[in-house]
């Protein structure tokens, strides 16, 4: 298995952290990941895309070890951001995979940097319209607790998303409670930036080979599947049966074969 390494590229906001693996040389594969978690969701990926790509995970700002954003998050921002490094890297085109939040920006990314996406991979991916953004403003926070200074905050961010994530799993879980810990300011502000997007002014503009990943015990994302294919005739499906919204690092193996032989086709 090929290692991993992990690096900074300078970019207008500052630093950016990703982890790579793979032959520099070989075709580039980028992957973003949901929020608030970081490139760990792809730990046991990377090696097993790196194989055969030169494969990218990389902290979306203001996540992982990245510099937040100057100005409030967004889409549109954080898709410039994926593209200044991979002007950093010098590397003209890849193709992106993006699970959860990761997928909206990996739609974004391609819908206005077309030439700098080969193809596209959207995991687990909210459709973004009208009706979703109202949900969205009518639902309470997802990850946001109050601190307390007994801790108690902590079982309450684990006890919010239990019911999401596989039993037996506490690795997944406690992943997760770490990556949102680390997060720069708003641990909302992924979730507020989606809500906000205008996916269906966007989409129509990608042309790009797209797979849908459809995990099928994810109960956020399972449901958009059927209308992001409306708005996306060219896109394939692959179901993997138990997936949830840890996807990525719950069954890696089922998830980089899903995207291995997309991409090799």
């Known amino acids: 298995m090929p290692l991993i390494r992990r690096a900074f590229a300078e970019l207008s906001t500052g630093q950016l952290h990703f982890a790579h693996c793979g032959d520099a040389a070989a075709p580039a594969v980028l992957l973003l990941h949901q929020t608030p978690r970081s490139w760990?969701?792809?730990?046991?990926?990377?090696?097993?895309?790196?194989?055969?790509?030169?494969?990218?995970?990389?902290?979306?700002?203001?996540?992982?070890?990245?510099?937040p954003l100057r100005d409030a998050a967004s889409i549109e921002a954080w898709a410039a951001l994926a593209v200044e490094l991979l002007d950093a890297l010098a590397i003209p085109r890849a193709h992106v995979v993006g699970h959860h939040t990761g997928g909206v920006i990996a739609l974004q990314l391609a819908a206005a940097h077309p030439a700098r996406v080969a193809s596209l991979v959207l995991s687990s991916t909210p459709f973004v319209n009208e009706a979703l953004r109202r949900a969205r403003r009518e639902r309470p926070p997802i990850d946001a607790v109050a601190p307390s200074d007994d801790g108690t905050h902590l079982a309450a961010l684990w006890q919010r998303r239990?019911?999401?994530?596989?039993?037996?799993?506490?690795?997944?879980?406690?992943?997760?409670?770490?990556?949102?810990l680390k997060v720069s300011g708003d641990v909302e502000g992924g979730h507020r930036a989606v809500a906000a997007y205008r996916m269906e002014d966007h989409i129509g503009r990608v042309t790009q080979p797209t797979l849908l990943i459809h995990a099928v015990d994810d109960p956020f994302a399972s449901p958009h599947v059927p209308e992001l294919q409306a708005h996306l005739p060219q896109a394939r499906v692959v179901d993997i049966p138990g997936g949830g919204v840890p996807l990525p690092d719950q069954l890696p193996q089922a998830f980089a074969q899903a995207v291995l032989g997309f991409l090799r086709a």
Request: glycine letters at 8%; proline letters at 9%.
């Open 40 to 67: 760990r969701e792809y730990r046991e990926v990377l090696p097993l895309l790196g194989e055969h790509f030169h494969a990218l995970a990389m902290d979306t700002p203001g996540f992982g070890d990245s510099a």
């Open 162 to 180: 239990q019911a999401f994530y596989p039993l037996g799993r506490p690795d997944l879980l406690a992943a997760f409670v770490a990556d949102a």
